[in-house]
């Protein structure tokens, strides 16, 4: 680290912007090697810790920055634009930190936020939890969690997992907090991928770990008590990742531009050719600006809609999850046409490994593969065409 975490601790949502690029900038060094060695990143993930980041959208009074949802979703595309893999992790810890906001009692609200910000715990989770949740075995005063957690990112590098199940006889889901080396629980890695090599993924498998229902987010008296507020955990999920793929765009684009001008200076381009150039860059520069204002009204619309958690509606949360649905489809699309359109417009040399744009495209493919709901666009259509909203639930 340097300086940045000795500087007073920013208060302002700019200050905060300004520490994340500090910190994009020491990642970005080191990122096409760390695609390479598809190590797990300790060092990333202590420098996160250092710089507040992990912290930021924890309460002011227990050491967090106490910011809202939409800086958090800027300062994920700045680190992802640094390097994806450590900006997807970012993304997925603001969501699992917040969990118990999501859907805990008052009493674990309070709790877990101070505790995490104290701690600066950094949280890791399934991608995918509906996939393969754990069976959860009541013994009267505990859980004993059991089975493959699948798809958790982060695991070796975090403090804390979100362990997600479901009783033997039981049809609603329940959410606990685990540390990370907790009794009874062991990691097994996933199969190397093509991007994201430094995502730490693999599967989380439980062996009855044991956890106290007083650890079942929500649940009093091992009943669970819900609020509409509950269904926010995936519209947050969903603009978090979105914007992790807009960040990995953005550093695709940054790169590209940088190589070219530097291919450029060596070797200038004819008049014909630099207007050929001038046109294909400008087309997606403009398509990355598109998404990135969108990005920014709806992380605005959310911020709006968890300051009032405790009145927000379904209506209201089914036509915001509408707008992020249309969010996520952009933003895949346009990571699309951005880091497979450099490698494109890239002189000669430019999608070679040493140049490390193809870094950018695998990082987005190898996202776009694990994507939940292809159906999105027609999400949109539907509620454009008949008024319809998605139907809450946890997970969709």
Known sequence: MTDTTTDAVPEAAEAWLRRAEEVAALLAPGAARRDREGTPPVREIRLLKESGLVTLLGPVEYGGAGQDWSTAFRVVRTVAAADASVGELLAHHYVWVSIAEFIGTDEKIQHIAEVSARARWFYSGSSKPRSAPLV?????????????????????????????????????????????????????????????????AGTVVADGANIPWTGALGHVDKTFVPRVYNTFLTPAFQLAQANALIGAARGALDAAARHAREQWSQAPLTEAAAADAARHYGALASALWAVEAFADAVGAEADALHARRRTVTEEERGRHAVRVAALAAQAGAAADAVTAGVLGAACPGGAEAAAGLDRYWRDTRARRVHEDDPGRARVVGRHLLHGEVPRPTWYA
Do not use: K
Request: net charge negative; aromatic share 6%; no cysteine.
């Open 136 to 200: 959860i075995q009541d013994t009267g005063r505990e859980m004993l969690f059991h089975g493959r957690l699948e798809r958790v990112l982060g695991h070796p590098v975090s403090d804390i997992t979100i362990l997600e199940g479901f009783l033997e006889d039981g049809d609603t889901p329940i959410s606990a907090l685990a540390m990370s080396d907790h009794l009874g629980l062991s990691f097994e890695p996933g199969a190397e991928e093509f991007g994201l090599r430094s995502l730490a």
